[in-house]
């Protein structure tokens, strides 16, 4: 739960490596929080280039697939993916000028969503070493799980989302038809992780986070 005594609206928000990233990780969660009124805005590092044809505008994918789930405030940054590494100190600094400076003042950010530290994905990896860094400042930071992830994720606490907010995950991720060729897009494999999840904490669906960083 999100508290706090300020009279801003509380938000989250939620970063990833590619467009994606944010939708497989955390979709439901996100749709689950805008239905119950918390602000989300919404980084991307890369546009992707390399998991898709040039011709493919996969930040416009992210753009409509973030908008089903409910988030106010898309960023789309150009970071070269693959060589996420290479550029930390600039990710840090890009993402530090957004939290300062382009979210809206009126919102005050009270948990990140972000890229899981044991990702084998150097992107992934790389993205979540900078938002560690640009978001220190913000109480809550959790690791989402990705298919990158999934042989040694072990989540620590847990969203419980309802079968709407699975659909609406799945209905955004529909919108990466660049990417709908990839196993681990197929609805079917969604959503047994889904029920997995759920069945860890005795509901239909769930989501699972590693905690990076948590003042209640």
């Not at 992707?48 to 960023?75: F, M, N, P, V, W």
């Not at 196993?183 to 959503?191: A, I």
Request: charged residues 20%.
């Amino acid at each position: 739960m999100l508290l706090s005594l300020s009279p801003k609206t509380k938000g989250v928000l939620a970063i990833g490596a590619h467009p994606d990233d944010i939708e497989l990780g955390c979709g439901a969660s996100l749709a689950r929080l805008a239905r119950n009124g918390i602000h989300i805005s919404a980084v991307v590092m890369t546009p992707g280039r390399s998991g898709a044809s040039e011709l493919i505008d996969r930040h416009q994918e992210s753009r409509d697939a973030l908008k089903i789930l409910g988030c106010q405030q898309t960023i789309h940054l150009d970071f070269a993916d693959t060589r996420t590494h290479l550029q930390l100190n600039e990710m840090i600094a890009a993402l530090e000028n957004i939290i300062q400076h382009q979210l809206p003042s009126d919102i005050e950010i009270k948990r990140v969503y972000t890229m899981h530290n044991a990702d084998r994905h150097q992107d992934h990896m790389a993205v979540h070493q900078a938002s560690m860094v640009a978001c220190r400042a913000i109480p809550q930071i959790l690791g989402y799980e990705t298919p990158s992830t999934w042989l040694s994720f072990m989540p620590q606490v847990f969203e419980s989302v309802k079968e709407d907010d699975f659909k609406l995950k799945l209905k955004a991720l529909s919108k990466h038809q660049s990417q709908s060729g990839r196993d681990y897009m197929r609805p079917e494999r969604l959503r047994a992780l889904a029920q997995f999840r759920g069945q860890q904490i005795n509901s239909d669906y769930g989501e699972g986070f590693v905690i990076h960083k948590m003042i209640l």
